[in-house]
T-cell receptor
């Protein structure tokens, strides 16, 4: 089983749509959780952290379910500029802050 | 602040050649990392460092070496390039939360 699993997509949605991405992780001892965004041929950039209590930043909402080892990202009112690959990322145990990346879910927002 | 700077941006190597991918950061971060990303795949950790003089293997270290003589610099060395090392290489750093990535080095081994 992969450490971090995501649906690769692509998700093709019209502007204004709501889209949800899901992710599961295998290591129950994982400590921190993130969503990163990666544009084509660019480096990943931190989108937001994920907490059990939920985390909202404008049109983006992230949620963590530790019992199910499940992470989600909801994007409301999609914009063309949201088109990118969204990486689910898990920080493991230990002191080195090592991150494990999912393969990413590609989102294409169209007119 | 420049953040994390990687050089070169692109490189074509012949099989068996060697090269060093440079990575430097000006944020005084202790933790630095090297990842590779193959098409359609997630980032895989090659090596990491928790401070000057300390390095450790990640998930895919074979064929690579690193050193960390200063806090700022974390070069990645390929000794005998192989086609399987064709990939995009990202360097990253952090103090304790949220990585800052360099813009990547796109390497092709032919």
């Amino acid at each position: 089983r992969k450490e971090v699993e995501q649906d690769p997509g692509p998700f093709n949605v019209p502007e204004g749509a709501t889209v949800a991405f899901n992710c599961t992780y295998s290591n129950s001892a994982s400590q921190s959780f993130f969503w990163y965004r990666q544009d084509c041929r660019k480096e990943p950039k931190l989108l937001m952290s994920v907490y059990s209590s939920g985390n909202e930043d404008g049109r983006f909402t992230a949620q963590l379910n530790r019992a199910s080892q499940y992470i989600s990202l909801l994007i409301r009112d999609s914009k063309l500029s949201d088109s990118a690959t969204y990486l689910c990322v898990v920080e493991g145990t230990g002191t080195a802050s090592k991150l494990t990346f999912g393969t990413g879910t590609r989102l294409q927002v169209t007119l | 602040n420049a953040g994390v700077t990687q050089t070169p941006k692109f490189r074509i190597l012949k099989i068996g050649q060697s090269m060093t991918l440079q990575c430097t950061q000006d944020m005084n971060h202790n933790y630095m990392y090297w990842y590779r990303q193959d098409p359609g795949m997630g980032l895989k950790l090659i090596y990491y460092s928790v401070g000057a003089g300390i390095t450790d293997k990640g998930e895919v270290p074979n064929g690579y070496n690193v050193s960390r003589s200063t806090t700022e610099d974390f070069p990645l060395r390929l000794e005998l390039a192989a086609p399987s090392q064709t990939s995009v290489y990202f360097c990253a750093s952090t103090r304790d939360y949220g990585y800052t990535f360099g813009s990547g080095t796109r390497l092709t081994v032919v």
